[in-house]
């Protein structure tokens, strides 16, 4: 659990931050490969937004192919549900992004495994900031 924790702590020290390039995609396709969501918006939080646009494509590929068992699948969704929401990329782009029939066909087979749980995630997420707006608008009135 200490290295765990300490993975996160790298990203405040700026002699590793400096190190980092936002050009080099390996960092983000790692994270979502392995489903760790955190690195992932450390990332974000680090380059912006823009970062995340530029590497849609490649965040979601790794995740819908994470690698991990349980948490790290969850996780995984969550990545997707993220870069979703907060790029312009579709589902329907994404796929369409596969010229090979047999990729298209492959990361059509992992989409339809996952969207049920992707679906729920989106909808809790939903009812969460809901929720949250409306103890905002209680505390205002």
């Known amino acids: 659990?200490?290295?765990?924790?300490?993975?996160?702590?790298?990203?405040?020290?700026?002699?590793?931050?400096?190190?980092?390039?936002?050009?080099n995609t390996e960092l983000i396709a790692v994270c979502c490969k392995h489903g760790n969501f955190r690195i992932l918006k450390k990332l974000v939080k680090l380059f912006g937004k823009t970062y995340l646009s530029h590497n849609a494509v490649i965040a979601l590929h790794y995740a819908f192919n994470c690698v991990g068992i349980g948490r790290q699948q969850?996780?995984?969704?969550?990545?997707?549900?993220?870069?979703?929401?907060?790029?312009?990329?579709?589902?329907?782009?994404?796929?369409?992004?596969?010229?090979?029939?047999?990729?298209?066909?492959?990361?059509?087979?992992?989409?339809?495994?996952?969207?049920?749980?992707?679906k729920d995630l989106q909808r809790e997420i939903g009812r969460k900031n809901e929720e949250k707006e409306n103890e905002e608008d209680d505390k205002l009135n």
């Open 74 to 118: 969850t996780q995984a969704d969550r990545i997707i549900v993220y870069v979703l929401k907060n790029t312009d990329l579709s589902l329907k782009e994404f796929v369409e992004m596969y010229t090979e029939r047999t990729e298209r066909n492959e990361i059509e087979k992992l989409i339809r495994s996952r969207i049920k749980n992707v």
């Open 1 to 23: 659990v200490q290295n765990q924790s300490d993975c996160y702590r790298w990203f405040a020290m700026q002699e590793i931050t400096k190190l980092i390039d936002a050009e």
